[in-house]
Nanobody, 130 residues
Framework: QAQLVESGGGPVQAGDSLKLSCVAS????????MAWFRQAPGQEREVVAT????????YYADSVKGRFTISRDNAELTVYLQMSSLRPEDSAVYYC???????????????????????WGQGTQVTVSS
């Protein structure tokens, strides 16, 4: 069973960049599709980006496309979220998640369905001030 631990969150100013990391343990990381989600107070958890097992296929929510980049290092058992041009509306708790559904990322927007992800991290807070 995979365990996921996020890090890298914190307070930043609008326009700044931030890189989140998620380290996996206890499972076969190479077999997992990975994703970043976020949840702001009073709002539903929403997908930010997903990535396939080999790292070549990705999906981004429209709200972050062109500003955020998801990547993974299978040797380091880590998935990253590089965030640039941050906005106050990006403020949320960011969660890392893993799925064993093969090639889920190929489904595009559907890959962001939280029901497909079986393993979750505890979250890391990102706060963007204007």
């Amino acid at each position: 069973q995979a365990q996921l631990v996020e890090s890298g969150g914190g307070p930043v100013q609008a326009g700044d960049s931030l890189k989140l990391s998620c380290v996996a343990s206890g499972g076969a990381f190479i077999n997992y599709g990975m994703a970043w989600f976020r949840q702001a107070p009073g709002q539903e958890r929403e997908v930010v980006a997903t990535i396939g097992r080999n790292g070549r296929t990705t999906y981004y929510a429209d709200s972050v496309k062109g500003r955020f980049t998801i990547s993974r290092d299978n040797a380091e058992l880590t998935v990253y979220l590089q965030m640039s041009s941050l906005r106050p509306e990006d403020s949320a708790v960011y969660y890392c998640a893993a799925t064993r559904i093969p090639n889920l990322v190929d489904r595009g927007k559907d890959s962001g369905n939280t029901n497909y992800y079986f393993y979750w991290g505890q979250g890391t807070q990102v706060t963007v001030s204007s």
